[in-house]
């Protein structure tokens, strides 16, 4: 009896830390809570999993990398705002963006972001990602 309580009281042990280790503390925090980890001179960004991502991933900072704008008004990464410029009639239905942000079909507002970028930071926004056309 006293070795069947042994061993039942091992596969609890080793249950319980298989739960706890699986369960750890590596858990991603989610955009909100990163937003001050890094600023925009950095290489990388905020940490997750599988370490260190490149700057080209970034949401976490004032200025969305991949978008050219500012995180706070990305209409392709923030669903309440996208929701705000549709329903003020500001959308662009060919390429799923707010209107006003669309620099494909109007390549000139890309240059209004740019300003806001250089007024806040004193050099040029980083280069974002490969427009589909």
Known sequence: MTKFLTRAGLLAGLFAMTVLFAGGCNKAEPVAEN???????????????????PEESDHGGWWCKPHG?????CSQCDEAYAKKCKEKGDWCEKHDRAESQCFICHPEYKEKFAAEYRAKY???PPPMKAEKK
């Open 122 to 124: 004193g050099k040029e």
């Open 35 to 53: 937003k001050d980890k890094k600023g925009p001179d950095d290489k990388t960004v905020k940490d997750d999993k599988k370490g260190a991502q």
């Open 69 to 73: 704008v500012p995180e706070e008004k």
